[in-house]
Structure formats: C-alpha cells, structure tokens
C-alpha cells in the first residue's frame, strides 16, 4: 500500500495554544502532514524556533517591528521566506502549496486571512470562531461558492461535526452545546463584581489563550459557540441549545427527529478535535491520553444561569436579531475583554459594555463585507470609551 501525499497545511497563531497543539498533533504523525506555513502575531522567537523545526516555505511575523530579527534569525535558512504585517495572512492563506488552512489566531483577526483561503477553495480547519460570529452567513455561502470545506477545531463542534457523520441531512431536531460553567459556576452577581483576573484566568478544564479563558468564565464563549453552530451547521435558532455539564467529558450532543441522542466524549484535550478536523475523513490512530468513566463516575448537568451571566443571553439575542449585530457583539466583547485583561474594568462590567454596543451602534440587517468591517471599527470606538 502506498503512503498518502502529506497534506501541506498554513498555520494562522502558531505560536498560541491551539497552535502549539497543532504542531504536536503534526510532530506525532510523521509524513502525514507538511508545515508550508507558520504565522505569530508578537511571540518572534517562538517562531523562529518552530521555523528552525518545520522548514516551512514562508513565516509571518504580524508585529512588523519584529521582521528584521526574524529574518537574521532565518537567514541560514534561505528555503523559508519571511514576510510581515496583516495583509501577508491573507496572502499566505491563499498559496498554491498549501492545502490546508489552520485558523488558530484569534479574535476578528481571523476573518479576512479566512476569506482569502476560502476564496482560493482552500479546506479551513476552523479553531477562529469569532470568523463565524462576525460574517457567518457572508463566509459560510463563499465556502459553498468556491467548493471550499469549513472543518471544525472548536471541541464542541467537533463533537456535533463527529455526531452528523453517516446522517441524513435534515435528521437533526436539536444541538445540545455543553458548557463546562467555568471557573464562577454556581457565584451570584455580588460575588462576580469582585472576582479577579487572575481567579478568571483559572479555567477548571482547559488550558487556552487569555482571551477564551475570560469568554468562558463570563459564558460569552458559549454564546460565541451557540452562533458558531448556527453558520456551520445550518441550524435554526430554535435548535440550539445550552446545557452546563462542569466535568467537559461529554463535548456535545446532536438529538435527532426519532428522539435519538449521540454525544462524542473524551478528555478535555484539544489534540483530538485538531487531529480529526486536519485528518478527516480519517481517524487517525493516536496515542494521546485515554478517557476512561472509571476516572469520572459521576457526570453532571445544569441549566446555564443566564440571569446573571448575561453574555450568553445577549448572544443568543444578537444570534436572533442577525444582521451586523452579532458583528458588535463580537467587537464589544474583544475590547471588554482586552480592558479586564489591563484591570481596567470589572467582570461585570463585560456583559454591560456588550449590551450598551448592542443598543448604541447602528443595526444593519444585511452587511457586505466592507459593512463588518465598517462595524467592527464603529464598535470598538463605542466601546472603548466605555471601558475608560
Ligand atoms: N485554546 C483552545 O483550547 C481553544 C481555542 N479556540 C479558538 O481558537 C482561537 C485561538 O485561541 P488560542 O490558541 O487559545 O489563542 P492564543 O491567544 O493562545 O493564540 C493566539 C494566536 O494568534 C496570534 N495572534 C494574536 N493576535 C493576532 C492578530 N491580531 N493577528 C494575527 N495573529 C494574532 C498569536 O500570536 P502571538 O502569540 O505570537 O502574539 C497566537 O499565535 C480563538 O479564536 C479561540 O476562541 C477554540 C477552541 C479551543
Ligand atoms: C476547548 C474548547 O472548545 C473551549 O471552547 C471550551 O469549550 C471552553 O469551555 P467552556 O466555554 O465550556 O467553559
Ligand atoms: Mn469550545
């Protein structure tokens, strides 16, 4: 038998945890896939280092001060070209070489570089949700148009995506999205106002980047995932659903029109969702750490607590009312988070700067593309002088 072609895969946010898993799950299939590209946004020596590694053909360094100390640090290195700013993410997601775009940067960054590779009819192994937040609808008909695949990385959609294999479209009644209810699961409103930074950046399950730590302790993650769901499933709003589930074993659930329920399981271990949405339609075998329920004889559910983690509720809102608002929802967040992380506001201050967005920035109930981008800018304005 002959050894598959190695698929050649663009890697956007090398250098942050989905990117470095990303690497692992490459390192632990040898042949299999190729590094053509690699890209960090601030982290050059990281870079470097794994360009010293991977020999990919190009390297981006966004923080354009950096290039020269990237480029004398591969100059022994001439089959790696280096390149700087944002505009070469959406170049390098578009290269001939590379058949697989790997979208691990994070936050509204990830929507043009995806653009760009979907217009190529690049596959996107999506981990950048905000991508679908912002634009889902605009990015999921150009993934049509173009006979470009979206496969999920985030662990929820993972599961659903693993759940649907082998069913008839149009046989699902409802998704269920487990939320692991973060680190402040069970805390009232008063005892949120005084949580810290570092308490919120303490997440029971997961290892993840700072900016998806605090979505998943103010629960606006799932309200990310629940509009995420929506554009690359298909779904409508009626047919998601929020279940708090603290252990992160079961990822999620699809319940079918017979009543039928299929979950996917595992640890909480993002090399497994990476592994399946670059390996796909292949399971690839691992030997990653197993699961075993003996480990976790109890698994438990909660309803979420939307009255006083509103993030999730104002997502679900914005889902509903469409159009650029879950575009502001989105910025508003980014900036809220981004002013908790410099202790400038409070933990509860992050679903009030989200809902005031909502309200003061103009509704536009079918953007084009220079639209999100329009809105995008317009709320980050809002926002940041309410984070003051
Ligand atoms: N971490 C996880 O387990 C999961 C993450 N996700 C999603 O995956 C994405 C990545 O998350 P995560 O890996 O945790 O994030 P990290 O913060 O750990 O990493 C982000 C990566 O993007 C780069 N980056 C940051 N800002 C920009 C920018 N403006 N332009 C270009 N590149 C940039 C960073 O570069 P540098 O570090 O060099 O500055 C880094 O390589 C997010 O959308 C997140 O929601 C989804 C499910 C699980
Ligand atoms: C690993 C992953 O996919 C994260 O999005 C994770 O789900 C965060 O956990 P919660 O948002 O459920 O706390
Ligand atoms: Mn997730």
């Known amino acids: 038998m002959t050894s ?3 698929r050649s895969l663009a890697l956007l946010g090398s250098t942050g945890s989905i990117g470095t898993q990303t690497l692992d799950v490459v390192r632990a299939h040898p042949g299999r896939f190729r590094v053509a590209v690699l ?7 990281l870079l470097v280092q794994q360009a010293r590694e991977f020999r990919p053909a190009v390297v981006v360094i966004g923080d354009e001060a950096q290039y020269q100390g990237v480029k004398a640090a591969l100059a022994a ?7 700087a700013g944002a505009a070469a993410l959406a170049e390098v997601a578009a290269r001939p070489d590379v058949d697989v775009v790997l979208t691990a940067l994070v936050g509204y960054a990830g929507l043009l570089p995806t653009i760009a590779a979907l217009q190529a009819g690049k596959t996107v192994a999506l981990a950048n949700k905000e991508t679908l937040v912002v ?3 605009l990015v999921t008909a150009l993934a049509r148009q173009h006979g470009a695949a979206i496969y999920p990385v985030d662990s929820e959609h993972s599961a659903i995506f693993q759940c649907l294999v082998g069913e008839a479209p149009g046989a699902v009644e409802k998704i269920i999205l487990t939320a692991s209810g973060g680190p402040f699961r069970g805390r009232s409103a008063q005892e949120l106002a005084r949580v810290t930074k570092a308490q919120a950046l303490k997440h029971p399950n997961w290892e993840m980047g700072a900016k998806i730590t605090i ?4 629960l606006m993650n799932k309200g990310l995932e629940v509009i995420e769901a929506k554009w690359l499933f298909g779904l409508t709003d009626e047919q998601i659903e929020v279940v708090v589930h603290p252990q992160s074993i079961i990822h999620s659930l699809v319940q079918f029109k017979d009543g039928s329920l299929k979950a996917q399981l595992g640890l909480p271990d993002m090399k497994l969702p990476i592994q399946y949405a670059l390996g796909y339609p292949e399971r690839l075998p691992n030997r990653f750490p197993r699961f075993s329920f003996l480990d976790y004889p109890t698994l438990t559910f909660e309803r979420p607590d939307g009255d006083t983690f509103r993030n999730l509720p104002l997502a679900f809102e914005a889902m509903r009312r469409g159009g650029n608002a879950p575009c502001v929802l989105n910025a508003a967040n980014e900036v809220a988070v981004a002013a908790f992380l410099r202790e ?8 009030s700067v989200v809902e005031n ?12 593309l220079d639209d999100y981008v329009q809105t995008d800018a317009e709320t ?8 003051k």
């Open 4 to 6: 598959p072609q190695p």
């Open 39 to 45: 890209t960090a946004q601030r982290q050059a020596d």
């Open 77 to 83: 290195q001439p089959e790696t070209t280096v390149l």
């Open 135 to 137: 634009a889902g609808q």
């Open 215 to 218: 979505d998943s302790a103010s």
């Open 344 to 351: 400038q506001i409070g933990f509860m201050d992050l679903p």
């Open 357 to 368: 967005c909502l309200s003061k920035v103009s509704y536009l109930a079918e953007p084009s």
């Open 380 to 387: 980050r304005r809002v926002a940041a002088e309410l984070v």
